[in-house]
């Protein structure tokens, strides 16, 4: 008999749970001390090339990291976005219509993946798309989309309460917000078009259901 492995136990997946535990403490204060809030949420992040490395140094890639890597990394931006609705009321609807890309475009094409098991050729796949297949296979262009869209949101959070070093007249902060902001509107058009191909790919899988069960009843 053999004995069954402890996948909570493996190194990728411990690693996952120091992320989620420094993320709480970030999230805990980031609307008062921004000094703790941003290290915690810097190294949780960084975490999440460590995790990547480990599970395949040690042969430990499991479906549950993946998803916990996805959920903190999704749960991460939320929060800080939720804070940015506190420092900045104004523009709230905005950012609620940020995390609700984010989070159900992301949602969805995750469902619609495990859902479909790429059992039919009429799904689209997204790396038939020259942007998408670049996205997908250069790891540089999807630091710089995942950097540049976190970037963006760490600016402003940081520019409530300080401008950050100024260079040549204008903060550091202020600086990279700005050049980091067409990243961020990049990233959600992405989200959009991950949101939009998986909605014509569930219509495929409840066609297919569809004609199954007539041809079933027919017989």
């Known amino acids: 008999m053999t004995e069954t492995e402890n996948i909570f136990l493996f190194v990728p997946n411990l690693i996952g749970f120091a992320r989620v535990i420094l993320a709480l403490i970030s999230f805990y204060f980031m609307p008062t001390n921004y000094v703790v809030a941003s290290w915690c949420y810097v190294i949780s992040s960084g975490l999440d090339a460590i995790d990547g490395h480990a599970a395949r140094y040690y042969d430990q890639s499991t479906k549950f990291g993946a998803i916990l890597d996805q959920l903190t990394d999704r749960v991460g931006t939320m929060c800080l976005t939720v804070t940015l609705c506190?420092?900045?009321?104004?523009?709230?609807?905005?950012?609620?219509?940020?995390?609700?890309?984010?989070?159900?475009?992301?949602?969805?094409?995750?469902?619609?993946?495990?859902?479909?098991?790429?059992?039919?050729?009429?799904?689209?796949?997204?790396?038939?798309?020259?942007?998408?297949?670049?996205?997908?296979?250069?790891?540089?262009?999807?630091?710089?989309?995942?950097?540049?869209?976190?970037?963006?949101?760490?600016?402003?959070y940081f520019l409530h309460f300080t401008e950050g070093?100024?260079?040549?007249?204008?903060?550091?902060?202020?600086?990279?917000?700005?050049?980091?902001?067409?990243?961020?509107?990049?990233?959600?058009?992405?989200?959009?078009?991950?949101?939009?191909?998986?909605?014509?790919?569930?219509?495929?899988?409840?066609?297919?259901?569809r004609q199954e069960r007539r041809s079933v009843k027919a017989n």
């Not at 600086?175 to 991950?194: D, E, Q, R």
Request: with cysteine.
């Open 86 to 156: 506190l420092f900045y009321p104004a523009y709230t609807f905005w950012f609620q219509l940020s995390m609700a890309i984010d989070i159900a475009c992301h949602w969805i094409y995750l469902h619609t993946t495990l859902l479909q098991g790429k059992t039919s050729h009429k799904f689209i796949d997204m790396s038939e798309n020259p942007i998408m297949r670049l996205y997908y296979t250069n790891r540089t262009v999807l630091f710089l989309m995942c950097a540049g869209n976190e970037a963006f949101y760490a600016c402003l």
């Open 165 to 209: 070093p100024i260079l040549a007249g204008i903060g550091l902060f202020r600086l990279v917000m700005y050049l980091s902001a067409p990243i961020a509107f990049v990233k959600t058009g992405i989200s959009l078009l991950h949101g939009y191909v998986s909605c014509i790919n569930l219509s495929i899988i409840d066609v297919k259901e």
